[in-house]
């Protein structure tokens, strides 16, 4: 156990977190996803609602300042406007973290499945709401944020 480190980051999410560099993505995916067929890295959460998985993930993960867009969503049925209510607690807490204006970088449900064989790892959570597949852009940790 380690001090202010959230109990859900175990040491292999910590290790895998920890050789991720500024630009790396790191996929969130709900129970439906097909993470192993990514044939990436998969740490598997267990049973966690997506808010957990985002707060624990969040508090060591820089999000990149670089991007635009360094959040990005699966769309929910074809509808780039639409959101979960998920999807939408998510987002808030990545705003809470987040130096600049942060907005959804939104990707349609089979390019996402495509850009998520192209990522640095997957983190499997076994939450059962459907859409829950996020991509996240690490950011740089300058030397006054230590």
């Not at 920890?18 to 995916?29: K, R």
């Not at 999000?63 to 999807?87: C, H, I, N, W, Y």
């Amino acid at each position: 156990m380690l001090k202010n480190i959230d109990p859900l980051l175990g040491g292999e999410l910590l290790h895998l977190l920890d050789d991720m560099g500024h630009g790396d993505q790191l996929v969130v995916v709900d129970r439906n996803f097909p993470a192993a067929a990514t044939g990436l890295p998969v740490v598997h959460l267990g049973e966690a609602p997506m808010s957990r998985v985002f707060t624990a993930l969040l508090s060591v993960l820089p999000l990149d300042t670089f991007l635009e867009r360094p959040l990005e969503r699966m769309e929910v049925e074809g509808d780039s406007a639409k959101t979960t209510a998920q999807q939408d607690a998510v987002l808030r807490l990545a705003q809470t973290s987040h130096p600049q204006p942060l907005e959804w970088g939104i990707i349609p449900r089979l390019e996402f499945y495509k850009r998520a064989r192209e990522a640095f790892a997957v983190v499997h959570v076994l939450d059962p709401a459907p859409w829950g597949c996020f991509i996240l852009h690490k950011g740089v940790i300058f030397a006054e944020q230590h």
